[in-house]
């Protein structure tokens, strides 16, 4: 039985359709991207990050998107942190550990009466109104009248379905070190919920 999820959602940019890490991708929207491949689906659950690939290749196809590929501020991470309470507060979800880098984020939260699926979705959806609102949404300045500015955030995100106490004891410190990996400074939420096993 499933008792919580990673889920990682990446900054516009971060993971393309076609990485050759792979990706969740079954296609590729935006016809430039075609030259560097096809989508590179993958049915593993398991994380693809750390495989060894052309480094240069994923630079030279990020050329290509129509916006610079998001880097978050310190202001614009406190306005996602902010999401995160405004989302908790309405649904009630439980996060476990919570880590917002420059551009991507990864979060563990328990199993909740919503399918993840739902929860990522709305969660996305409120980290994106709280950086609209906050007046810090990267592509504000270029969204037109009474339209949404295009999003910061990409379209799909990646879930990791923990059904294990063990995996749970590893994913909530893989997440809370996250930041120190990227020469950070370790974070602490106050939306984040202490796990008791």
């Known amino acids: 039985m499933v008792l919580a999820y990673h889920v990682i959602i ?108 739902k929860v990522n979705n709305l969660l996305k959806g409120e980290l994106t109104k709280s950086l609209f609102h906050s007046g810090v949404h990267l592509f504000q300045q270029i969204a037109l009248t009474g339209k949404a500015p295009p999003p910061c955030f990409g379209r799909k995100w990646w879930t990791v379905y923990i059904d294990s106490e063990r995996q749970l004891q590893q994913a909530i410190p893989y997440v809370e070190n996250n930041p120190e990996k990227e020469g950070k400074p370790k974070q602490s939420w106050d939306f984040v919920v202490p796990y008791r096993s």
């Open 10 to 117: 990446s900054a516009f940019g971060f993971w393309l359709p076609n990485d050759p890490r792979g990706s969740w991708s079954e296609w590729i929207r935006k016809f430039e991207l075609f030259r560097y491949g096809d989508a590179t689906k993958v049915s593993t659950r398991e994380s693809v990050a750390h495989v060894a690939h052309d480094y240069q290749w994923r630079l030279e196809a990020k050329k290509e998107l129509d916006f610079p590929p998001v880097k978050f501020s310190e202001l614009q991470v406190q306005a996602i942190a902010q999401g995160f309470r405004n989302y908790i507060e309405r649904s009630g979800v439980t996060f476990w550990a919570v880590s917002i880098l420059d551009d991507h984020i990864h979060a563990v939260f328990k199993r909740h009466r919503y399918e993840s699926e």
